[in-house]
């Protein structure tokens, strides 16, 4: 069955420090993965997704399929990335998402 | 922004009422979504629909139905057997194809009297 879960509801992380959100997925086929972010008082959105092979606002996510893993990373905090991360997976033949539960990311001052 | 949208912002409902909440797009999207975000619960898929006139049940799509009469409407209709109505309904859209992007509205977030 397609699965995708995050482990962690709440990250928090000093501004300045790495962030690391895990998201580990289960699907038999070639999934395409995504992270989509909800920032307060807006509606979410499309941060990144593994077929672009983009940084958007520092974060990178690699796809680990050794793992099923498809974590999100940031070196360097910052206090405008706290918000709620959902990790998302759509399989080869879907145009449906499944989301995970969402990790809310709390940058410290 | 933009390119979705749904109202009310709020919507009250009574015991034993039906209530409907509206989603439009002008992104010539031909597939629409309706979720239902709860803390702790993520999104979960109430229904969607890949082309107009057609449309699929997703994980909890029991005490909700939704019509697509037009490619640019997907409204759902909170029904009364819908026993813990209370939630955030997200409605989004995409271009149908697979595993592409899926562009979220504002929400409408429901609660009961």
């Known amino acids: 069955a397609q699965r995708v879960t995050q482990p962690e509801k709440l990250l928090s992380v000093f501004k300045g420090a790495p962030v690391e959100l895990k998201c580990n997925y289960s699907?038999?086929?070639?999934?395409?993965l995504f992270w989509y972010v909800q920032y307060s008082r807006q509606r979410l959105q499309l941060l990144l997704r593994h077929i672009s092979r983009e940084s958007i606002k520092g974060f990178t996510a690699d796809l680990n399929k050794g793992e099923t893993s498809f974590h999100l990373k940031k070196p360097f905090a910052q206090e405008e990335d706290s918000a709620m991360y959902y990790c998302?997976?759509?399989?080869?033949?879907?145009?449906?998402?499944?989301f995970g539960k969402g990790t809310r990311l709390h940058i410290l001052p | 922004d933009g390119g979705i949208t749904q109202s009310p912002k709020y919507l009250f409902r009574k015991e034993g009422q039906n209530v409907t909440l509206s989603c439009e797009q002008n992104l010539n999207h031909d597939a629409m979504y309706w979720y239902r975000q709860d803390p702790g619960q993520g999104l979960r898929l109430i229904y969607y629909s890949q082309i107009v006139n057609d449309f699929q049940k997703g994980d909890i799509a029991e005490g909700y139905s939704v019509s697509r009469e037009k490619k640019e409407s997907f409204p759902l209709t909170v029904t009364s057997a819908q026993k813990n109505p209370t939630a955030f309904y997200l409605c989004?859209?995409?271009?149908?194809?697979?595993?592409?992007?899926?562009?979220f509205g504002p929400g409408t977030r429901l609660l009961v009297l």
């Open positions: 998302a997976l759509s399989g080869s033949r879907d145009d449906k998402i499944i």
């Open positions: 699907y038999s086929g070639s999934p395409e």
């Open positions: 989004a859209s995409s271009s149908g194809l697979a595993q592409e992007t899926q562009y």
